[in-house]
């Protein structure tokens, strides 16, 4: 059905206006760039976060709901 419309708008041939624009088209672009840059250095601005304090052990909590099966005896 969608197929058969696009069909007859083709065979019918006749010329769509075009909707105005309010700036240039390459201001569109630009200001597209622009924006995924800055997304871009806020997304790398999280990447050193992990790096703020010094790696400490994880003890075992014995009173955790699903405890570590695997934890080398640490717990009890």
């Known amino acids: ?9 083709v065979a019918e041939g006749e010329e769509h ?3 105005p624009l309010w700036a240039e088209p390459w201001v569109f672009g630009v ?3 622009a924006i995924l840059l800055v997304l871009m ?3 790398l601005s999280y990447s050193n976060l992990g790096n703020r304090h010094a790696a400490t052990e994880e003890h075992a ?8 099966k695997h ?4 717990g009890h």
Do not use: S
């Not at 059905?1 to 708008?9: N, R, S, V």
């Not at 934890?71 to 640490?74: A, E, P, R, T």
């Open 1 to 9: 059905m969608l197929f058969q419309q696009i069909a007859m708008t």
């Open 17 to 19: 206006e075009l909707a």
């Open 31 to 33: 200001v597209i760039f």
């Open 41 to 43: 250095f806020i997304t």
């Open 61 to 68: 909590d014995p009173h955790r709901q699903h405890p570590n």
């Open 71 to 74: 934890d080398h005896g640490q």
